[in-house]
């Protein structure tokens, strides 16, 4: 039972123009999200996140969006660059006093950056 | 800053060898966690631990067992180890009581195969 998902394995897209990864989730119990980046050979670094009462978060040519009424969050990197190429993560926190202090991955996206 | 630093980064054991793997971190953080990253899937949560000398189990923790004796380290035991659990192992950790905008901070991952 796959709560978060990311559908596309793989996304390919030209330098400078907007990469969109998309992530969906089926539990509304979740109300914190984020986003990790991974390089071959190395763990998840911490890239952006947003909290279920905003629907955009944005830091740099990062932007999240989450679409609650969907379960639904996308990360656009504007302009993409060569070295956003990595694969990326989303995860889904449960709610605080829930009890589950962990987050939910999924499956992950490989972004492309072409030069 | 070293951050979370993984020992060893790889390994290969054979079935029914027993191994530990090690994980500390320098940031005074109270939360760390085990994770396994298998191809197709996410990153699953085997254990975790909320402070020195306490563990809870994650998703998958059979065939695994921690300890939290020190608070800058969480270490993972293979008691018996099975090709199953042929995976790229993470740790992490993340600060107490600061339920959102917590990010988990990630060692480097250990590659570890089991013939």
């Known amino acids: 039972d796959q709560q978060v998902k990311q559908n596309s394995p793989s996304l390919s897209v030209q330098e400078g123009r907007i990469s969109i990864l998309n992530c969906d989730y089926t539990n509304s119990m979740f109300d914190y999200f984020l986003w990790y980046k991974k390089y071959p050979a190395e763990g998840p670094t911490f890239l952006i996140s947003?909290?279920?009462?905003?629907d955009k978060n944005e830091d740099g040519r990062f932007t999240v969006f989450l679409n609650k009424s969907a379960k639904h969050l996308s990360l656009h990197i504007v302009p993409s660059q060569p070295g956003d190429s990595a694969v990326y993560f989303c995860a889904a926190m449960p709610q605080a006093g829930s009890g589950t202090y962990k987050y939910i991955f999924g499956t992950g996206t490989r972004l492309k950056v072409l030069a | 800053n070293a951050g979370v630093t993984q020992t060893p980064k790889f390994r290969v054991l054979k079935t029914g060898q027993s191994m530990t793997l090690l994980c500390a971190q320098d940031m005074n953080h109270e939360y760390m966690y085990w994770y396994r990253q298998d191809p197709g899937m996410g990153l699953r949560l085997i254990h975790y631990?909320?402070?020195?000398?306490?563990?809870a189990k994650g998703e998958v923790p059979d065939g695994y067992n921690v300890s939290r004796l020190k608070k800058q380290n969480f270490l993972l035991g293979l008691e018996s180890a099975a090709p199953s659990q042929t995976s790229v192992y993470f740790c992490a950790s993340s600060f107490r009581g600061l339920f959102y905008n917590q990010p988990q901070h990630f060692g480097d991952g250990t590659r570890l195969s089991i013939l």
């Open positions: 631990s909320v402070g020195e000398g306490t563990t």
């Open positions: 947003i909290s279920s009462i905003k």
